[in-house]
């Protein structure tokens, strides 16, 4: 318990959409001085945008799966229904969120819905693993953030969408 008490009080707050205080190579190198093989085994093994069928591991990680397969399976019923003609009201999310902005706006509205799901789940962490792995999840929506450049993504577009005569 004192490990993490220690490292906990040691990390930056993390806000939405705003400059990562510390990257994900700073904090798992700092997890590595304070957390057992085990743990920090389990914490890299941990990946927010991978394969989410291997839900080994902690409860808040199985807790964490759960959410995102049911919203990652209710955002393609709701996009299929769409192409199909009618209506679907999914649980895990407000309609609105997908239907409403450009694909930047919708990819950070649903990175916004997961971060708000973390916040509830940190809700009931303080000093324990659990609550490393959700700031560890929280910092890669940071990451992923951080690579959204609007003037690149433009030029990218254009680049491809460009019609030779």
Known sequence: MDKYFYMVSQLPTLVFDRDNP???????????????KSDLKTLKSIQIFGDTSDSKGPAIW????????????????????????????????????VKEGNPLEVEKMLLQKRWDILDVEEAEHHFD???????????????????FDHDMGMEKFKTISKVTV
């Open 22 to 36: 510390i990257t994900t190579e700073t904090f798992l190198e700092e997890a590595e001085k304070w957390l057992s």
């Open 129 to 147: 693993l659990g609550f490393l792995i959700l700031y560890f999840l929280k910092l890669q929506i940071l990451d992923k953030l951080s690579v």
């Open 62 to 97: 199985k807790s964490y799966i759960d959410f995102e397969d049911q919203f990652r399976y209710e955002i393609g019923l709701w996009r299929q229904s769409r192409r199909e003609g009618h209506e679907y009201k999914p649980e895990t999310f407000q309609p609105a969120l």
